[in-house]
């Protein structure tokens, strides 16, 4: 039988153990002080203590950010005018030419030649025509279309023709062409037609002055006939051609306008044609009237 050791010995243990372990404590206790001061505590002890604990984890490691700007983008230019390019202003002023400036020939292409149309709805107006060349060389036209609707009674239409010249070797041609429709029961039917012609201070000038004159009676003068609309075309046309024609002359140019009476037989019994010619230098008793244009 195992045999223990005396209650002496064990109390003589028991003594020791306890000291030992007061010791401990002290022991214990003052590092544990230690570990609290900050003054004398050892940043990252190995040893354990009543503070935070050594670190024992893997240190993370730093990563360098990584670049995100986005690239620079040119800017999109505004749209505007190409340097060194100046815009097209917006007046009168364009890169297209600028129509040579109206002179006092309105109506032709050319210096040389004028032509008017007038229609007149109120009893009879007058068609006159002056024309006069100053122009060495040159030959000058002028010419007029007129319709006259006259319901009236009374019908008493002016168409008169002047053309004058002082010049050298040159050519003028007036031609005025009036056309009246009258009525039927018109009681006054007095319609005056004249062609006048003169030279002065002239030189080797011909000068031709043709007054052609239609008075025709219709039932209803304030309606213009399909034939009489259609002489005035094409009296315009062949006129508006000689104007054009810069070799015309006033031989030509009256052929043209009797070649288009001529396709109007129809109408002969209601015409009247006057026509005045000069060729001398100077018209016995001749002037120049102011009215007359160059």
């Known amino acids: 039988m195992r045999s223990y050791p005396s209650s002496r010995y064990r109390a003589r ?11 401990l404590s002290i022991a214990l206790g003052g ?51 190409p340097t060194g390019t100046t815009a097209a202003p917006t ?4 890169s297209t030419p600028a129509a040579p400036a109206a002179s006092g ?13 007038d229609e007149d709805s109120g009893g009879g107006k007058s068609n006159i025509v002056k024309v006069i060349n100053k122009n060495d060389g040159k030959f000058r036209l002028k010419g007029k279309i007129q319709v006259n609707r006259i319901p009236g009674d009374t019908a008493q239409p002016v168409n008169d023709a002047e053309a004058y010249a002082s010049c050298a ?26 062609a006048i012609a003169v030279n002065v201070q002239c030189s080797h000038c011909t000068t031709v002055a043709k007054a052609v004159q239609y008075v025709i009676q219709v039932d ?19 006129l508006k051609a000689a104007a054009k024609d810069k070799d ?5 140019t009256e052929a043209r306008v009797d070649a288009v009476i001529a396709q109007f037989t129809q109408l002969a019994q209601s015409l009247s044609t006057q026509r005045d010619q000069k060729t001398e230098d100077n018209t016995p008793g001749g002037a120049v009237p102011p009215d007359a244009t160059p």
């Open 13 to 23: 243990w028991c003594t020791a153990l306890v000291v030992l372990a007061f010791i």
């Open 31 to 81: 590092a544990a002080i230690s570990a609290d001061d900050p003054a004398t505590a050892t940043p990252n002890s190995s040893v354990g203590s009543l503070g935070a604990p050594p670190s024992t984890s893997t240190p993370i490691p730093t990563i360098a950010p990584t670049a995100t700007t986005a690239p620079t983008v040119a800017p999109t230019a505004a749209a505007s005018t």
């Open 91 to 94: 007046n009168a002023t364009s």
């Open 105 to 117: 020939n309105a109506g032709a292409s050319d210096t040389h030649g004028d032509v008017g149309y």
């Open 169 to 194: 070797n040159c050519e003028t041609f007036a031609v005025a062409l009036q056309i009246d429709l009258i009525s039927r029961t018109a009681t006054t039917i007095a319609p005056q037609n004249a």
């Open 220 to 238: 209803d003068p304030t309606q213009v006939p399909e034939n009489v609309r259609d002489l005035v075309n094409r009296m315009q046309d062949e």
């Open 248 to 252: 015309a002359t006033a031989a030509q």
